[in-house]
């Protein structure tokens, strides 16, 4: 796990933004992981996700606050979260005042048009070069159709960790472009689904209120969690 967080992007997310905004400005090639503790823990169960959490073109950040808090037991401190709901805004307003070019891939059918509205309406100088929804059959076609139009930003929607494999797995065919897994983000920007109340996001307890709004996640907030800080115990207590 140390080897994870000690990836972790450690500055503002102001900083954050800057130095993506070069990367697109010189067409570096970026994967982005906005990682929580349950993504975290995928990487010491699954060998794929290892290497997707440790390759050089693979950039993490602290989407989670429990990540912020398991990187403060290894001593080691991020002063915010970046979220990828955040950063997804964050792009598209710079795409819109940039005139760069995005695709959007992931969500039910309803949302990713209401996404596609929403863009054509308030960003309009994004060029769009298209949006899918997350529930075809063949997303593997999907990226093939993306390579073949060389988007700025690709925001990928599936949910973790199948987008993050969907992403790596077709990286190295890309010559540039920034690459995301974005998770719920859609469903959040398009207005289909409320974030958590400001307050909530004020507490950090922006966890509390997604897992209480449904109980599916219960089992994902026991695994990813409670074991993510006993496994961090056990490695701080080994060192
Ligand atoms: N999703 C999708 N195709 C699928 C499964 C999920 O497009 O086959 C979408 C789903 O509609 C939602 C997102 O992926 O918009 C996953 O959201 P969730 O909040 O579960 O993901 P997390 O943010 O926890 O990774």
Redesign the pocket.
Request: net charge negative.
């Given at each position: 796990m140390r080897t994870y967080i000690e990836k972790i992007y450690r500055r503002s997310k102001k900083e954050y933004y800057d130095c993506i905004e070069k990367r697109i400005q010189n067409e570096q090639k970026t994967f982005i992981i906005t990682a929580n503790p349950e993504i975290l823990m995928m990487g010491e169960k699954d060998e794929e996700f290892n290497k997707i959490l440790l390759d050089d073109n693979t950039q993490i950040v602290a989407d989670g606050i429990g990540v912020i808090k398991g990187a403060k037991m290894f001593g080691i401190d991020i002063p915010e979260r970046i979220t990828?709901v955040e950063l997804s805004e964050h792009l598209i307003e710079y795409c819109n005042e940039n005139e760069k070019s995005m695709y959007l891939f992931?969500?039910?059918p309803e949302?990713i048009s209401k996404m596609k509205e929403k863009i054509i309406q308030k960003y309009s100088n994004v060029k769009l070069l298209g949006v899918q929804?997350?529930?075809v059959e063949d997303k593997q076609k999907v990226f093939e159709e993306i390579e073949k139009l060389k988007p700025d930003v690709v925001l990928v929607?599936?949910?973790?960790p199948?987008?993050e494999r969907l992403i790596y797995r077709n990286l190295e065919k890309f010559e540039k472009g920034i690459f995301i897994?974005v998770?719920?983000?859609?469903?959040v920007l398009s207005g289909s689904k409320k974030r958590a109340p400001k307050i909530f996001i004020k507490l950090n307890l922006e966890w509390l209120y997604r897992i209480a709004g449904s109980p599916k996640r219960w089992k994902r907030f026991y695994e990813g969690s409670i074991k993510f800080i006993l496994k961090i115990r056990k490695e701080v207590k080994e060192k």
């Open positions: 990828g992931g969500a039910k949302v929804d997350g529930y929607a599936l949910g973790a199948n987008q897994g998770g719920g983000t859609f469903d």
